[in-house]
């Protein structure tokens, strides 16, 4: 059975899933052809009880902005979450969560159903989000104008770690922040570099020992490269492990 991903939005038009753009190319357009896994966009607007569709109010207390009100995307959610007998793991997109990281994609690529709410002008008004207790996530620290493109990147990197969605060549265990399998520590480290033909190109050359074919020597010295990025680039993702000597990659 695909899992099944429900998007809550008032642009339901930017998830037409056969649309030749966003995800309805490369590798959630195959997933999905696959049938790996479906989404669905709702639009809050229609689950609005006002008679012009309205899902925003002015703020309490002033200020600039409107706020997407608790009527429309309480009953979105419950009409939502009742066409599918499979729990639903509600997410918020929002910059006030936690920062997406590959572990959690790794987690919500395993269960059966999501439920994405993205909200727009100001935000959501907080009592409906305390009622629904959705797993509060941003994709980073800034600020998009809705949640629909933060949705897509989830759903992105969500899609391709379903099992059966790479092919053999496409392993995401190898890409950065999956656990490497040629890492015996099994820690989370950047990629390494990737180059192809020519050999040469612009008078630089290629790693001499991508060329050696000497397998396990190729598998060491990548892991040696994924070390030095990450203690290069992103020390902080690392803060606890010792990433001053390389392990054996036997
Ligand atoms: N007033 C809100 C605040 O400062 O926390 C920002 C609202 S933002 C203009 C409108 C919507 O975009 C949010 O409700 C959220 O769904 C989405 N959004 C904006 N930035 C995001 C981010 N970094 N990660 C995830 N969603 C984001």
Redesign the pocket.
């Known amino acids: 059975m695909p899992i099944r991903i429900d998007i809550l939005t008032t642009f339901p038009e930017m998830f037409a899933a056969d649309a030749p753009a966003a995800l309805g190319v490369s590798i959630p357009a195959r997933a999905r052809k696959a049938g790996l896994v479906e989404w669905h966009a709702t639009d809050i607007r229609g689950y609005s009880t006002d008679k012009h569709r309205k899902t925003d109010e002015r703020p309490f207390g002033g200020g600039p902005g409107m706020v997407m009100m608790c009527q429309p995307v309480w009953d979105a959610v419950m009409a939502v979450e009742a066409m599918d007998p499979r729990p639903a793991t509600r997410i918020l997109?929002?910059?006030?969560?936690q920062p997406l990281r590959q572990a959690t994609v790794e987690e919500l690529a395993r269960r059966p159903r999501l439920l994405l709410l993205?909200?727009?002008?100001?935000?959501?008004d907080e009592r409906v989000i305390q009622r629904l207790v959705p797993l509060e996530?941003?994709?980073?620290d800034?600020?998009?104008?809705?949640?629909e493109l933060?949705a897509m990147v989830l759903m992105d990197a969500v899609i391709r770690l379903i099992p059966g969605v790479l092919g053999h060549d496409e392993s995401a265990g190898s890409d950065s922040f999956g656990v490497a399998a040629t890492d015996p520590a099994g820690r989370r480290l950047l990629d390494c570099p990737h180059y192809t033909r020519p050999r040469v190109w612009e008078g630089m050359e290629v790693p001499e020992v991508l060329m050696s074919g000497d397998h396990g020597k190729i598998a060491r010295w990548r892991l040696e490269q994924m070390i030095e990025r990450t203690k290069a680039r992103r020390p902080d993702l690392f803060p606890k492990i010792d990433l001053s000597s390389p392990p054996d990659a036997g």
Request: charged content about 5%; glycine content about 26%.
């Open positions: 997109l929002t910059p006030q969560g993205a909200g727009h002008y100001e935000g959501i996530i941003s994709i980073g800034y600020v998009l104008s809705g949640g933060a």
